[in-house]
């Protein structure tokens, strides 16, 4: 439980209250408990908290993550249907699949795992739908030619 400045910790006072004979407590007894500290919330860190859905402190080290250079945005989550360039019979064209799993090379980037179709880069070879993905392979025939 969290003990806030000026107040003492409900805690404690139930862990002493249970100790002694009857347990009831008076303000001599209460007197007795340090006052806890506390971080004060201000209301900023609320509305961040509120739009974000995570704790102040989960914001404080992503930020810090990125500033860094540790943070890596992934363009699709394990499950997410996905469409993908695949080689049938010396024709490529588009087939949709199921992302089965995300790799993260240090040279060339994410690789996005399609089940029982393939594998290859976001934007390259794995889009978020049909349309992005007939596109790609125009303007790729469009290249060739």
């Known amino acids: 439980m969290k003990n806030y400045n000026g107040y003492v910790s409900v805690d404690a006072l139930m862990k002493y209250a249970h100790n002694h004979v009857g347990g009831t407590i008076d303000s001599n007894d209460i007197a007795r408990f340090p006052r806890a500290n506390v971080k004060?919330?201000?209301?900023?860190?609320?509305?961040?908290?509120?739009?974000?859905?995570l704790p102040f402190d989960r914001l404080r080290e992503l930020a810090s993550a990125e500033r860094e250079g540790r943070v890596?945005?992934?363009?699709?989550?394990?499950?997410?249907?996905?469409?993908?360039l695949r080689n049938y019979c010396g024709t490529?064209?588009?087939?949709?699949?199921?992302v089965s799993d995300i790799i993260f090379h240090d040279r060339c980037g994410v690789s996005v795992?399609?089940?029982?179709i393939g594998r290859g880069k976001w934007g390259e070879k794995v889009f978020a739908s049909y349309k992005?993905?007939?596109?790609?392979l125009t303007s790729s025939a469009g290249e060739g030619e």
């Open 113 to 116: 795992v399609v089940f029982n």
């Open 92 to 98: 490529i064209h588009p087939r949709c699949g199921i």
């Open 40 to 53: 004060e919330v201000s209301n900023e860190q609320q509305s961040l908290e509120m739009i974000f859905d």
């Open 132 to 136: 992005e993905a007939a596109a790609a």
């Open 72 to 84: 890596v945005v992934l363009p699709c989550k394990v499950g997410d249907t996905v469409w993908c």
